[in-house]
């Protein structure tokens, strides 16, 4: 199973980007699906997540201006950035926690290669 991120990019602060992450192979359905950054020095933190009955959650910096969805039939999540600040400059990581490959559940952390968002003000 590969997760693959792509969407990221510099841009200017108060725009927007919407990167997008699809598991790739015979996987069936997917549990929770979430996004995380790592800044320039610091660890990785969690963004947002939804979960398998489409709820959601949020790291409080980005509330009212990211927005998180998925689509399972394309086996994707989205994370809609708008007015993005140089604050939010980091590697995006998408992340599965658990998923159904060829019919088995298997639990434990997928992550995707990551995308570079940089905000410049």
């Known amino acids: 199973v590969q997760l693959q991120a792509s969407g990221g990019g510099s841009v200017q602060a108060g725009e927007s980007l919407r990167p997008s992450c699809t598991a790739s192979?015979?996987?069936?359905?997917?549990?929770?699906m979430a996004w995380y950054r790592q800044p320039p020095g610091n660890k990785r933190e969690l963004v947002a997540r939804?979960?398998?009955?489409?709820?959601?959650e949020y790291a409080d910096s980005v509330i009212g201006r990211f927005t998180i969805s998925r689509d399972n039939a394309k086996k994707s999540v989205y994370l809609q950035m708008n007015n993005l600040k140089p604050e939010d400059t980091a590697v995006y990581y998408c992340n599965v926690d658990r998923l159904n490959y060829l019919g088995n559940w298997y639990t434990g952390d997928y992550w995707g290669q990551g995308t570079q968002v940089t905000v410049s003000s």
């Open positions: 939804v979960r398998s009955d489409s709820t959601t």
């Open positions: 192979g015979p996987v069936v359905a997917i549990n929770t």
